[in-house]
Every structure is written in structure tokens, then in C-alpha cells.
């Protein structure tokens, strides 16, 4: 079964991630924000990433970066998930190592169609 960690600081939002992604067959192991995501990834791999951008302690982009430098994490699919949609903001994710971008909010259909074509279950 794949994996999935949602990072997010609306506690809201991870429960409509975690109901939609675990109907959809994935696990998912939630974090509350880039720290909190740094402290579960030391000790529990995943295959994809969804984070949001604006949280506190380490936003999304210094998640996204963290990340990155781990080894084996080169090639994680990463996807933010935010209510930011300005070209810029899109860039400086990207730039970080972004995969994807959805804006919030989301259609639970359209989030899975992305994590299906970047991490398909089976």
C-alpha cells in the first residue's frame, strides 16, 4: 500500500485528506506542520508528499527543500496543496522541488486524478 504524508496546520483540512486518500486505498500518517513532517520522515518513509504552503514553524518551500536534501528523497513526488495560486508563489514552489500544485479548495476528485497519474496504488 502506498503511503502519504499530509502536512497541513488546519486540522480540518487533514481530516478531508485523510478520509479521501484512505477511501482511495493509500495510507496516510499526518503532520501538523514542516517540522512536525521532518520529525515522522526520519522514521516513517513515504511516496508522495502533500503539503501546504503558508504554516508555522517551517513553511512548505522549507519543507519541500528539507526534503530534497535527504537522500533517497530526490524523486518523491511532492505535492502543494494551498490557497495560494500567484505565478510566483507557483515558481518559488517549484524551484524548492514542487512536482504539483492544487489549490485550495480542492476537489477531492481532482487530487486523487493527480496522486493516481504521480503514484498509482497498485
Keep these: 500500500m502506498k503511503r502519504i504524508m499530509t502536512v497541513d496546520d488546519s486540522a480540518t483540512v487533514r481530516q478531508v485528506l485523510s478520509t479521501t486518500l484512505t477511501a482511495a486505498g493509500y495510507e496516510v500518517v499526518e503532520a501538523i506542520d514542516g517540522e512536525d513532517a521532518i520529525h515522522k520522515l526520519a522514521t516513517q518513509p513515504v511516496d508522495v508528499l502533500v503539503t501546504d504552503l503558508n504554516m508555522p514553524k517551517i513553511d512548505g518551500v522549507g519543507l519541500i527543500k528539507h526534503v ?9 513526488p511532492i505535492i502543494m496543496l494551498t490557497t495560494e495560486s500567484q505565478p510566483e508563489k507557483k515558481q518559488e514552489g517549484k524551484t524548492a522541488g514542487a512536482s504539483g500544485w492544487v489549490t485550495k479548495p480542492f476537489q477531492p476528485s481532482h487530487l486523487l486524478s493527480v496522486l493516481r497519474m504521480i503514484c498509482p496504488i497498485t
Design 68 to 76: 530534497r536534501n535527504i537522500a533517497g528523497n530526490r524523486f518523491m
